[in-house]
């Protein structure tokens, strides 16, 4: 059964859990050495340079530990809709616990499949691999057609927005996932466009 999720799982390409764990110690390493700073700034240079300073390392602090944190949550959350999946095609009984999990949580794992999404698009393209192993976690999700196009889109434009430009082949598939999300499609592309414009003007 391990085995047969693990190679479920990597479609996705997940890095390995070490680093995971070495950003979670590593950000809350820098985020305590920021705030002993910012209590203790000390005489080696100006304290109110000091305590700057040290606040800009907490913040960086914790938003390193917060990525690994929540990079380990989504593979949590991928591996139990895995095993859900798999519980309802080998055996007729279900899984409660994981089933609950679900019920108690489903934000969360709407936001899971956003990123799943997210993930696959990473790349420019979606494969149909990909789009299998996405409708899958969709189903055990319960979570509608309608829905997960949308989410589709969304993981489409801001995948094709990041660089600040939009190609042909990207307002080609941004046409194509609008198209079956029942979306208009210029509005679509339009959209991404304006997020491509955005993302370039950060960059200058």
């Not at 002993?36 to 606040?55: C, K, N, T, Y």
């Amino acid at each position: 059964m391990d085995s047969i999720i693990e190679e479920r799982l990597s479609v996705f390409d997940d890095e390995p859990d070490l680093n995971d764990w070495v950003e979670v110690m590593c950000g809350a390493a820098m985020a305590v050495l920021g705030i002993f700073h910012l209590i203790e700034p000390g005489d080696l240079v100006d304290q109110s340079i000091m305590r700057w300073f040290a606040a800009a390392v907490v913040a960086a602090g914790a938003v390193w530990a917060g990525h690994g944190l929540k990079d380990m949550a989504v593979k949590e959350v991928r591996r139990s809709i895995a095993i859900l999946d798999m519980s309802d095609s080998s055996d007729s009984s279900p899984n409660h616990g994981l089933i609950r999990d679900v019920l108690l949580n489903p934000e969360a794992y709407k936001s899971f499949l956003l990123e799943a999404y997210d993930s696959a698009w990473s790349d420019g393209v979606i494969t149909e691999e990909e789009l299998e192993e996405l409708k899958s976690f969709q189903v055990a999700l319960g979570i509608s057609d309608k829905e997960a196009a949308e989410m589709n889109v969304k993981a489409a434009v801001k995948s094709a927005a990041k660089d600040g430009e939009i190609s042909k082949e990207e307002k080609s598939n941004i046409e194509k996932a609008a198209k079956k999300a029942d979306m208009d499609a210029e509005e679509a592309v339009e959209n991404a466009e304006k997020k491509a414009k955005k993302s370039k003007s950060k960059k200058k």
